[in-house]
């Protein structure tokens, strides 16, 4: 969408299209989705899959754990669950006693699934294109194995979410949450209620933590007792004596004379504390933006982004660069309000959820609303357009899911528009297109139902739920869903009105490309065809929409039986070079549009030439693994062996081939593709 909308969201989609477009953004050229699971190497055991917390410099020992297969660490937060965990497994792996150890933060049934697909794609070799497949697999894998393992679920927040997920009893599982349920108890499970320190083990701990300032040790047992023993509260408490060289009874005078008292009083301390530094006051905004977001892992460039520092600034006059919030964190760290671990990839910032919920508690809504807003800026601006691995993914789908809930749907619909959708579609395009379209459905709903009438932002999430509903196998369905769209337009709150028509093009032009796929080419056609003379009229020749739309009917075009379809790409490649440049993915995908229809209208020696043009240009965009660019040596190969060249084509084949094995995988169906064609030549 264009720049002059209130929420402007650029999403673009490259290559030939043969399916629809997005409801935000443009799609331009040709693009083809495949999903295949694909065969590689199994890993070799001893394996560690997740990342296990690092331990507490002063971790005190307890009591150990029950020697049941699975064993369920039940408390309130704050009291070492996490780290009891982490003490074990950490211990298990080190001695050698475990083979295979896979934590995973549990805190939804999507990460429980993410993680146990991933160990058993590392495991078997085998990448399954559906998450719960591979999560079964791992079970599998975990029931047959003859090897010591250990799982890990840490904070599991509904134990609903393990229905079906539980590991087998031939080896060990390791469960932390704050829940007491029923479902948690079973055949092989010890549930273990783990509480706060005994005041000696409090004692004994702070006694750790001030062992080289024992003359601060004055009093320290009374911290314990008010306190309550909680080990998390006891962790600050002694990191604030530390820094400001306070003896226990000097605590306990500064925690009398402040507003709040106990555990609540300690966290309030240490952030007074932080916020003291300089450059004043930025501790606690910076702060306000961490407690919305995943306690089990914030990204660092989440807060050292633009938006976030310009958060900063507004609420305090500062202006940071990234290394001045990085020292911002440092001090919390040293006070012990986050964990600051720039080693734990994705998820180098942690705050506990107990200081999450204090620091929020007092909120007015205003409040809420505008740190929600800027913390969705700030994770939204460093969502990258295509996830680079599975962690990447699941880290930032957490964060925003983190975000939702803290901030509650209403907050979550009005003030985090763009990163509503970003999140939306990282779900579908990690494979669970059904999820994605009944999330859209649930956030569309809600919408809804917050205003009187209807408005832009309603209607965007509905696209949205109709190109993910498409994506799950009912494209007359989505169709269906775009047109009512159209249906609605004069019920576009007056507010949106100047908007609503640049909106409606581009629903038109949804409603075309989707008519394609339920085969209604001619129609999908003329539909293109007028949305292209209205774009010309508004924009130009020039303009990326228009150049859209001309990419989209030059597909459509060259597919029916009339008119010369190199008309339609000659004309169109040069306006894409010379406007997007010849290494766009858009001119690319349209260059090799061009090369396939000179295949197909028999000059092969033109067909040949622009292929091997496109295979150093795919290779220099794409890189030489990427699927697109082997699919361009294939087409290579084959012009190749149509023009005569058996033998050199043979060779190319065959070395694609061996790429397309070690690449995508033996039953990738590219990699059938090929060896069928080399079967054919021989």
Not at 120 to 142: H, Q, S
Not at 149 to 177: F, I, K, M
Not at 225 to 232: D, H, I, Q, W
Not at 629 to 652: M, Y
Request: proline share 4%.
């Amino acid at each position: 969408m264009s720049d002059d909308l209130p929420w402007s969201v650029h999403n673009s989609v490259h290559g030939d299209v043969h399916g629809l477009n997005l409801q935000i953004g443009d799609i331009r050229g040709d693009f083809t989705l495949h999903h295949h699971s694909t065969i590689r190497p199994p890993a070799e055991l001893p394996l560690l899959v997740g990342v296990v917390p690092r331990r507490a410099a002063s971790f005190q020992e307890r009591r150990p754990l029950p020697g049941s297969p699975t064993v369920v660490l039940s408390g309130m937060g704050g009291v070492g669950k996490t780290q009891l965990a982490a003490h074990h497994a950490a211990s298990a792996w080190a001695s050698g006693e475990t083979r295979l150890l896979v934590w995973v933060t549990a805190g939804s049934r999507e990460a429980v699934v993410s993680v146990f697909a991933e160990a058993a794609a590392e495991l078997t070799g085998r990448d399954e294109t559906e998450p719960e497949r591979g999560a079964r697999r791992l079970l599998e894998w975990l029931a047959r194995g003859s090897e010591p393992w250990l799982v890990v679920l840490d904070d599991v927040e509904d134990p609903a979410d393990l229905e079906g997920l539980w590991p087998p009893d031939n080896g060990r599982t390791l469960v932390t949450t704050r829940r007491r349920d029923a479902a948690l108890h079973g055949d092989q499970r010890a549930v273990v209620d783990v509480e706060s320190f005994s005041e000696d083990e409090g004692l004994s701990y702070l006694r750790t933590v001030l062992a080289d300032r024992p003359q601060l040790l004055d009093g320290a047992a009374e911290v314990v007792r008010e306190l309550g023993c909680l080990p998390l509260a006891l962790a600050q408490a002694g990191a604030y004596m530390l820094d400001m060289h306070l003896s226990g009874t000097e605590y306990l005078s500064r925690l009398g004379k402040s507003r709040r008292t106990g555990v609540a009083g300690t966290w309030s301390l240490s952030i007074k504390q932080a916020n003291g530094l300089r450059p004043k006051r930025v501790a606690g905004h910076l702060l306000d933006l961490a407690c919305l977001l995943d306690p089990n892992g914030v990204p660092l460039g989440v807060l050292t982004s633009p938006r976030a520092r310009k958060y900063l600034t507004d609420r305090t006059g500062h202006e940071l660069d990234e290394t001045g919030v990085r020292d911002v964190l440092a001090h919390l760290h040293r006070l012990g309000v986050v964990t600051l671990d720039t080693g734990s990839a994705h998820r180098e910032v942690k705050v506990h959820a107990q200081v999450q919920r204090a620091h929020r508690e007092n909120w007015s809504t205003r409040q809420l609303r505008r740190a929600c807003r800027a913390a969705a800026e700030a994770l939204n601006g460093v969502w990258p357009e295509v996830e680079l691995s599975k962690d990447e993914g699941h880290v930032l789908r957490a964060n925003g899911e983190a975000l939702m809930a803290a901030a509650g749907v209403k907050v979550w619909v009005r003030e985090a528009m763009y990163l509503s959708i970003t999140l939306g579609n990282s779900i579908g395009e990690s494979g669970r297109a059904a999820e994605a379209r009944d999330y859209f459905d649930r956030l569309s709903a809600e919408s809804g139902r917050l205003e009187h009438v209807l408005d832009l932002q309603t209607i965007i999430l509905r696209g949205c739920r109709a190109h993910w509903r498409a994506k799950a196998g009912d494209p007359a369905g989505a169709l269906r869903d775009f047109e009512q769209i159209a249906a609605d337009e004069p019920r576009i709150s007056r507010f949106f009105r100047r908007f609503t028509p640049h909106f409606m093009q581009y629903n038109r032009h949804d409603i075309a490309i989707m008519r394609a796929e339920t085969g209604d080419l001619e129609g999908a056609i003329a539909g293109l065809e007028d949305v292209l003379a209205e774009r010309l009229l508004q924009h130009g020749p020039d303009h990326s929409s228009v150049l859209s739309t001309r990419t989209s009917l030059a597909r459509l075009r060259a597919e029916t039986t009339t008119g010369d379809p190199l008309a339609e790409f000659e004309g169109l490649v040069p306006d894409l070079c010379r406007v997007l440049g010849p290494l766009s993915r858009e001119t690319l995908m349209a260059k090799g549009s061009r090369a396939y229809w000179l295949a197909r209208t028999g000059d092969t020696a033109a067909a040949i030439t622009e292929r091997e043009q496109l295979v150093l240009d795919f290779t220099e965009v794409f890189g030489p693994e990427h699927q697109r660019t082997l699919l361009v040596r294939a087409d290579l190969a084959r012009s190749l062996h149509d023009g005569g060249q058996a033998e050199l084509a043979a060779q190319e084949g065959e070395r694609l081939l061996a790429d397309q094995v070690r690449i995508l995988g033996t039953d990738h169906e590219d990699t059938e593709d090929t060896r069928r064609m080399l079967d054919g030549w021989r």
